[in-house]
């Protein structure tokens, strides 16, 4: 029996592992005191916005189901029969919001689509053109934010490979248990405020699907951030378990606090450490320390 610690790293989204908001209200940019072109940012903002809404509608089903959030894709798996969708038409078949076993099937019908297309990635949705223009965009956005995205991601893969046994049973990318396969250890969640579709939308947009797997993303629009803690905690149960939540809010602190789970607060102020690019597997490991004890994890915050 292995006893190695695996750390569940529970992320919120905006102002977190990605910047929209602050964007679009010109937060980011006050926070540099005039250095940065807020306008700019403005734009950018408004730019992700109208990729990330067509997107939903185009390809994830968002148009018809934009009043159907669950907290999770697997939510109503129970009511998917395993039907053939090669040749269903979702234009046709009745949908309305589930509130009858018929319907729920169809929302379940088409959450096995979205997985299924979060895990082919963006490359098999788009044509070239659109590809280049989210390429342009991203990078005009993380040279903007002095590389928040990129570095962002860099973190959320170390914290995957952090310490690899490769003698036990791994995860599947994200974080999803299979003893027969190889992978990462540890486990990167998203728990964000927004509606679910959307947010698995950003993850692909912002190249997080790579690093957060579409089984571990959680929208706490309707059930709050603390019951999605709850229901992680169940499902990663185990001693050898440790979780840390990493955000920008209140709600997200107030719930890690109630888990008596360490949280680290990202802020947006270029002198903070606690922000991209900035946050260490250091300063991860150091929070670990303070509530685990754990002596492997970093005894000093950089």
């Not at 690899?164 to 248990?177: F, K, L, N, R, Y």
């Not at 679910?196 to 699907?209: E, Y």
Request: proline share 3%; glycine share 6%; net charge negative.
């Amino acid at each position: 029996m292995n006893n190695q610690i695996r750390n569940v790293y529970i992320w919120d989204m905006d102002e977190t592992l990605i910047l929209l908001k602050s964007l679009l209200t010109g937060t980011y940019a006050e926070a540099f005191s005039g250095s940065k072109d807020a306008q700019k940012g403005v734009e950018i903002g408004k730019m992700w916005e109208k990729h990330i809404l067509q997107i939903s509608d185009d390809f994830f089903f968002y148009e018809q189901i934009e009043n159907c959030n669950k907290p999770f894709l697997e939510a109503l798996s129970k009511y998917d029969d395993g039907r053939d969708l090669s040749d269903y038409d979702f234009n046709q078949d009745g949908f309305s919001p589930p509130h009858d076993d018929l319907n729920k099937s169809k929302l379940a019908y088409r959450h096995r689509v979205i997985a299924n297309k979060y895990k082919q990635g963006l490359h098999n949705i788009f044509d070239q053109e659109m590809m280049d223009l989210w390429d342009a965009l991203y990078k005009m956005t993380d040279e903007y934010t002095d590389g928040w995205l990129s570095s962002a991601r860099t973190l959320l893969e170390q914290c995957l490979s952090e310490n690899e046994d490769p003698t036990i049973g791994h995860t599947a990318v994200g974080g999803i248990v299979n003893s027969n396969d190889t992978g990462p250890w540890h486990i990167n969640v998203l728990v964000t405020s927004g509606s679910l579709i959307p947010s698995l939308v950003k993850c692909l947009l912002f190249r997080l699907d790579g690093v957060i797997s579409y089984e571990n993303v959680y929208s706490s629009w309707d059930v709050g951030k603390l019951q999605c803690f709850q229901w992680i905690k169940e499902r990663f149960n185990n001693q050898n378990i440790r979780f840390c939540a990493i955000g920008d809010g209140w709600e997200e602190c107030e719930a890690a606090q109630s888990m008596k789970w360490p949280f680290i607060k990202v802020d947006l102020r270029p002198s903070s450490s606690h922000r991209f690019p900035g946050l260490t597997l250091k300063t991860l490991g150091f929070y670990f320390s303070i509530v685990y004890g754990n002596p492997e994890s970093e005894n000093n915050e950089e």
